[in-house]
């Protein structure tokens, strides 16, 4: 079967002096490590543009063989924010009240997560991400993804990285099971939830939990 291969182009990186590219590494850590994940949003709108743009730096990310195995829903209708809330909070109650492991709650408690989740509807836009387990081509034949969760773990990545730059907020919702999402978002057979992501202003005075990370001593293996 023929394939056509891309054209290689040059390419020239922004490259900054060891103190520059020091003091770039050190800031962009500073600005990751104030990331949180927040449970209470603002109702206050965040303009389209914005969200478009974050979407964008998500489907920047690698994936395998760059098949792009991704596709990022996004709704700020309050009616399907609604139909979505009622039915995540349906299966969250199930899980909260039966489904998850003693241990599973007893490591989640520290949190202060419930089955309730408001901020399905308060938040202005939400993001449901989609994996691609394969795709479809115009023929109908069926053509194979590669490495899909990875990378579509590496895009929900620059999402996330993405909307605390902008100054929003978000958390990793999953509700589980997801299937619900595919029904009320219309999504094809080859297409499978994987993340939801409530994007907006974080609520006035909002708290979160004092969390601490790891330090690098605990997080990495060195072989200088
Ligand atoms: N999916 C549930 C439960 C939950 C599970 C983990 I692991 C978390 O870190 C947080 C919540 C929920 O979204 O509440």
């Not at 290689?8 to 990751?32: G, N, V, W």
């Not at 909260?96 to 003693?102: A, E, F, K």
């Not at 949190?111 to 993001?127: C, H, M, N, R, S």
């Not at 194979?144 to 990378?151: D, G, H, I, R």
């Amino acid at each position: 079967m023929a394939t056509t291969s891309f054209p290689f182009i040059p390419y020239h990186p922004a490259q900054f002096s060891t103190e520059e590219t020091c003091a770039k590494a050190t800031e962009f850590y500073r600005l990751m490590d104030s990331r949180r994940s927040v449970r209470e949003f603002s109702d206050k709108p965040v303009p389209r543009e914005v969200i478009e743009n974050i979407v964008m730096t998500a489907s920047t990310a690698p994936s395998g063989a760059h098949k792009q195995p991704w596709t990022f829903c996004v709704v700020s209708n309050p009616e399907l924010k609604k139909q979505i809330r009622e039915a995540a909070e349906k299966e969250e109650y199930e899980s909260y009240n039966g489904r998850m492991t003693p241990e599973w709650l007893e490591d989640l408690a520290p949190l202060g997560t419930d089955w309730q989740k408001p901020f399905l509807e308060v938040a202005p836009w939400l993001i449901i991400v989609f994996k691609k387990v394969y795709d479809v081509k115009e023929d109908g034949s069926k053509r194979n993804n590669y490495y899909v969760a990875e990378s579509v773990g590496i895009s929900c990545g620059f999402l996330i990285s993405a909307i605390h730059k902008a100054g929003l907020v978000t958390l990793t919702h999953t509700p589980s099971p997801m299937n619900f999402l595919s029904k009320l978002l219309n999504r094809p057979a080859n297409e499978r939830p994987y993340l939801l992501l409530p994007v907006g202003y974080p609520a006035a005075d909002v708290q979160v939990p004092d969390l601490k990370r790891k330090p690098l001593e605990e997080v990495s293996v060195w072989f200088d």
